[in-house]
């Protein structure tokens, strides 16, 4: 059974900082793009960043470029968010995916909240 798991969501101050983790477990993910999209409240899913599990290549959106890192363990077969400098608006339920080689979002972890308070 494939599984993914999100941590480390909270609540924090704006300027600070929260790691996401998503523990991936059921297969073998090295052939996929895990990515990480949130979602905020009365707002549509947006993609956040990805990364190629093989070759570590990343790719952010423009709002959180500079800000955030992703990365992945590839030992502890987990994907990771490290989010500095958070603002207010990056307060969303974040999830980590799976994207296939066709494009589609394969698999969802079940989201972990962030909140950044002003």
């Known amino acids: 059974q494939v599984q993914l798991v999100e941590s480390g969501g909270g609540l924090v101050q704006a300027g600070g900082s929260l790691r996401l983790s998503c523990a991936a477990s059921?297969?073998?993910?090295?052939?996929?793009?895990m990515a990480w999209l949130r979602e905020a409240p009365g707002k549509e899913r947006e993609f956040v960043a990805n990364i190629r599990w093989l070759s570590g290549n990343a790719v952010y959106a423009n709002s959180v470029k500079g800000r955030f890192t992703i990365s992945r363990d590839n030992a502890k077969n987990t994907l990771i968010l490290q989010m500095n400098s958070l603002k207010p608006e990056d307060t969303a339920v974040y999830y980590c995916a799976a994207q296939g080689v066709t494009g589609r979002y394969e698999y969802w972890g079940q989201g972990t909240q962030v909140t950044v308070s002003s």
């Open positions: 059921g297969r073998t993910f090295s052939h996929y793009t």
